[in-house]
């Protein structure tokens, strides 16, 4: 069966760095587009980043754009998020999901396979 296994995330101050990975397996990942969402304390998850199935067209949500990144390796079968200058707002835990369609979506509901999420707390 498919499964998304997201790691990387922790404690760091703010003005630090994480970087994410989401180990997939039992899809095509290559053929996949790739997303990372996050949701906060009492907030709905929300969009991060998208990454199109080659990894040449990438989109960002406003509030991370210029300080995240969003790649993959389909040799390793892996996607990551690195994620700069972070914030306290950055608080939340993030999820990686997969999308058959090849278009960057960010409606969750688009996305057809999730991970189990990993934390990411920013302490001010």
């Known amino acids: 069966q498919v499964q998304l296994v997201e790691s990387g995330g922790g404690l760091v101050q703010a003005g630090g760095s994480l970087r994410l990975s989401c180990a997939a397996s039992?899809?095509?990942?290559?053929?996949?587009?790739m997303g990372w969402f996050r949701q906060a304390p009492g907030k709905e998850r929300e969009f991060v980043a998208v990454i199109s199935w080659i990894g040449g067209t990438i989109r960002y949500a406003d509030s991370v754009r210029g300080r995240f990144t969003i790649s993959r390796d389909n040799a390793k079968n892996t996607l990551y998020l690195q994620m700069n200058t972070l914030k306290s707002e950055d608080t939340a835990v993030y999820y990686c999901?997969?999308?058959?369609?090849?278009?960057?979506?960010?409606?969750?509901?688009?996305?057809?396979?999730w991970g189990q999420g990993t934390q990411v707390t920013v302490s001010s």
């Open positions: 999901a997969a999308d058959s369609a090849p278009m960057l979506r960010v409606d969750l509901s688009a996305y057809r396979y």
């Open positions: 039992g899809l095509s990942f290559s053929r996949y587009t």
